[in-house]
DNA sequence: GTCTATAAATGGATAGAC
DNA sequence: GTCTATCCATTTATAGAC
């Protein structure tokens, strides 16, 4: 609950990330800022000089959520599946009805005119992420939950790529596009 | 080769292509195209008024594009793979090494500030797309060829996710990132 | 930390001459 | 079909007062 208690700098990347979500990087302004936060873009001017600023803290948080989102999942002591789901709902929790997608792929969206070091970031959370979707794959399979051939990152990628596909294509085609990815998805790797 | 004796009409939309490929519908510009035709931004607005003509031209082109590449892997009588490999090869035609995604994927990024022309296009364009996939999948199952669960329409959209989140992906990790996604969905498909 | 004011550049768009 | 010229809004960014 100490979401309510944030300082002006954690308002602006907390918003920022929800226009990130919704619109992409390019495509929301200090201005789109300033009128929702009832400040003005000077404001935010002096917390992040150049939107290059905001967008390295922005991959700062992103950052953060994986890393709070990815050891709660890991501790839960849960199915390999279970975790799967947990991932999914994650991913969904902020997007769902919303029209946003994951961060991540607002960022890859817009990869031609990012700055050097947030591409930079990009790539780690990236990577971060498949290892983190592989261990839970290579974990249900040594268990004999889950079914898949081939190495557990190679899966791994396919299954953020359907996840977070998904919910691009959500967007133009509504929400049932993803129920209907995700349970293909699970169909497969349950045999 | 009658592609060389393009008119002006024709060379923007070209031209446009590329950009949203590579930057998306809102981040390329009348200058962009001004400036790489040699001519100035007031003749492109001679033959598109406003952007969102231009971007209702470039979803015709790229119904166009489908229609000919659908065409053309339809009739060819090989098998569900190679068909399935065509088509790979024809996203990956544009996109190898230049940074460049689906112009769809694309578009569907830039979705919320689209005019609602476009975003109808958008839709039956990728309607269009899983149909034709679907068709191949089913086909390929009929003769024992592929094999998957659920429904055709279920696998294709896993297959076109993967293909084209790869493509996004190998932007911010390179190519190879394409085949393993790729040879992972092969592997899959024959079981 | 926030404001006013302003700069400098860019983007979409139009009018009218050639 | 293309140009020059111009308009207006927006965007990023800075300077300096409170």
Same mark, same amino acid.
């Given at each position: 609950?100490?979401?309510?208690? $944030?300082?002006?700098?954690?308002?602006?990347? &907390?918003?920022?990330?929800?226009?990130?979500?919704?619109?992409?990087?390019?495509?929301?302004?200090?201005?789109?800022?300033?009128?929702?936060?009832?400040?003005? $873009?000077? &404001?935010?001017?002096?917390?992040?000089?150049?939107?290059?600023?905001?967008?390295?803290?922005?991959?700062?948080?992103?950052?953060?959520?994986?890393?709070?989102?990815?050891?709660?999942?890991?501790?839960?002591?849960?199915?390999?599946?279970?975790?799967?789901?947990?991932?999914?709902?994650?991913?969904?929790?902020?997007?769902?009805?919303?029209?946003?997608?994951?961060?991540?792929?607002?960022?890859?969206?817009?990869?031609?005119?990012?700055?050097?070091?947030?591409?930079?970031?990009? $790539?780690?959370? /990236?990577?971060?992420?498949?290892?983190?979707?592989? /261990?839970?794959?290579?974990?249900?399979?040594? %268990? %004999?939950?889950?079914?898949?051939?081939?190495?557990?990152?190679?899966?791994?990628?396919?299954?953020?790529?359907?996840?977070?596909?998904?919910?691009?294509?959500?967007?133009?085609?509504?929400?049932?596009?993803? /129920?209907?990815?995700?349970?293909?998805?699970?169909?497969?790797?349950?045999?």
């Amino acid at each position: 609950m100490q979401t309510r208690l $944030k300082n002006r700098k954690e308002q602006i990347v &907390s918003l920022a990330l929800e226009l990130l979500k919704s619109k992409g990087f390019e495509n929301f302004s200090y201005q789109d800022l300033a009128k929702e936060l009832g400040i003005t $873009k000077a &404001s935010i001017h002096h917390h992040f000089p150049k939107k290059a600023d905001l967008g390295v803290a922005l991959c700062a948080a992103i950052q953060e959520w994986h890393k709070r989102a990815f050891a709660k999942i890991t501790l839960a002591d849960n199915s390999a599946m279970d975790k799967l789901e947990a991932y999914i709902n994650g991913l969904l929790g902020f997007a769902c009805g919303q029209s946003k997608v994951c961060p991540l792929s607002s960022l890859q969206a817009d990869v031609a005119s990012l700055p050097e070091e947030m591409k930079k970031a990009l $790539k780690k959370l /990236d990577e971060h992420e498949l290892t983190f979707i592989a /261990d839970i794959l290579e974990q249900g399979r040594a %268990n %004999n939950e889950l079914m898949f051939k081939g190495s557990a990152q190679h899966q791994a990628l396919l299954f953020v790529l359907t996840c977070k596909g998904a919910l691009q294509y959500s967007r133009v085609h509504g929400g049932s596009i993803i /129920d209907d990815a995700i349970a293909q998805t699970k169909a497969q790797l349950l045999g």
